[in-house]
């Protein structure tokens, strides 16, 4: 059967099985390995797209039923300003701040979870902690936590509103807000482990170094080395 539809802004053809789903024709016909296989029951939310702007799992939709209707994946949201061989406009707000916030670990659902806040944010560009929540509730993440996707998603739409947010400077060991205001640490209690957990009576040899410099890495967060790239989609699965 002829498949047509519009794929990241450009018609596209493929000739395809009337029960291939979205999934493999995404992947297999067009080389969209950013739409990633994962249960393939719907359950997970891996492979979601947008159909006509509004997110779908291409697992269990038949490739058939998007006949003349738009899909959208993570390469029409936003790509590295510079390929090389061409410039680009450059990451959107909500890949830069999965990046900026530590919100990609191992990057398998990122593509899923930054479609899911398009669609969210395209509706609704104030957003409450529970509307970001509920647009997540379809994807699975085994890494994260959600806390910090929440916290890109609500970073992102203010840069999208047009307000200043601040540089991400929290320390590990103690809570930081999403306006960057450090929190105190928390008193030690029958719920809170104690600062120092373990005490030695022997003590570490202490050198002075004659030169040195100011840390600026340790003790903060850091962007993952990869993170660009996953928060692409890029096939590295």
């Known amino acids: 059967m002829r498949l047509r539809l519009t794929l990241n802004g450009k018609r596209v053809s493929a000739v395809v099985p009337a029960d291939a789903t979205l999934l493999e024709v995404l992947r297999q016909e067009f080389g969209v390995f950013s739409v990633k296989q994962g249960c393939e029951t719907g359950e997970c939310g891996a492979c979601t797209v947008l159909l006509n702007g509004e997110p779908v799992n291409a697992c269990v939709l ?30 959107d707000p909500l890949q830069q701040a999965f990046v900026e916030t530590g919100a990609i670990q191992c990057g398998y659902c990122t593509p899923a979870m930054i479609l899911a806040a398009r669609a969210l944010l395209t509706e609704n560009p104030e957003p409450s902690e529970a509307d970001v929540r509920e647009a997540l509730s379809g994807v699975l993440c085994r890494c994260t936590g959600y806390l910090k996707p929440v916290q890109a998603i609500l970073r992102a739409a203010a840069v999208l509103r047009g307000e200043e947010v601040p540089p991400i400077d929290g320390y590990l060991g103690h809570a930081v807000d999403l306006g960057g205001e450090d929190l105190p640490p928390p008193e030690p209690g029958p719920d809170v482990a104690p600062d120092i957990l373990t005490r030695t009576g022997i003590m570490p040899q202490i050198r002075v170094a004659t030169d040195t410099r100011a840390w600026s890495s340790v003790g903060r967060p850091e962007p993952k080395v990869d993170a660009v790239k996953l928060a692409q989609g890029k096939p590295a699965f």
């Open 62 to 91: 038949l490739a058939m039923q998007v006949e003349g209707k738009e899909i959208t994946t993570i390469e029409a949201i936003g790509q590295h300003p510079e390929q090389g061989w061409k410039l680009t406009a450059g990451l």
